[in-house]
């Protein structure tokens, strides 16, 4: 028997300021692709901003449904849209922010699991990593991998 231990190194930010340019400016957009969330059931928007290798960002949010499985989380709705729409290019980074009466909340909301396994694949797709920027009020967290977050996924060779 074998005991393991996995650990998450993040850099934690107090102050958006604080930040590099880069990731400040793609945390605005995460927060401005919130505002335009259509969540009429949990009231809970959330928004997400992806940074493309060639410098192209793109906006998404969260799509909710009165069928609740089938609405949509920003950051699935963000990634995909990015794939279908810009075949060829690399996510290097996604910033989720989320609002909670027209205030961000207070702290940062990492994505569900299953948004967390499409910036995954993604990754591994393009073999480069994908950073992770998460912002609250009170703090905003950068992991520099998606993988980071979900260290025991579900990858193709699983399918072996």
């Known amino acids: 028997m074998k005991e393991r231990e996995i650990r998450v190194l993040y850099k934690e930010y107090h102050d958006g300021n604080e930040m590099p340019d880069a990731d400040r400016v793609l945390t605005e957009e995460a927060v401005v692709a919130a505002s335009g969330a259509y969540a009429p059931y949990s009231h809970f928007m959330v928004g997400a901003a992806i940074l493309l290798d060639d410098g192209t ?54 994505p569900c699991g299953n948004c967390r396994q499409m910036l995954i ?3 591994q797709r393009h073999g480069k990593p994908i950073k992770v920027i998460l912002a609250g009020s009170e703090k905003i967290l950068v992991i520099e991998s998606a993988e980071s977050l979900m260290p025991l996924r579900f990858t193709k060779s699983n399918l072996l």
């Open 121 to 123: 694949e993604e990754e």
């Open 57 to 110: 960002v793109v906006r998404g949010a969260n799509v909710e449904n009165a069928a609740f499985p089938s609405g949509s989380c920003a950051e699935k709705t963000t990634l995909s849209y990015s794939v279908s729409n810009y075949p060829g290019r690399r996510p290097v980074a996604i910033a989720i922010a989320a609002l909670s009466g027209d205030k961000l909340t207070r702290e940062p909301v990492p």
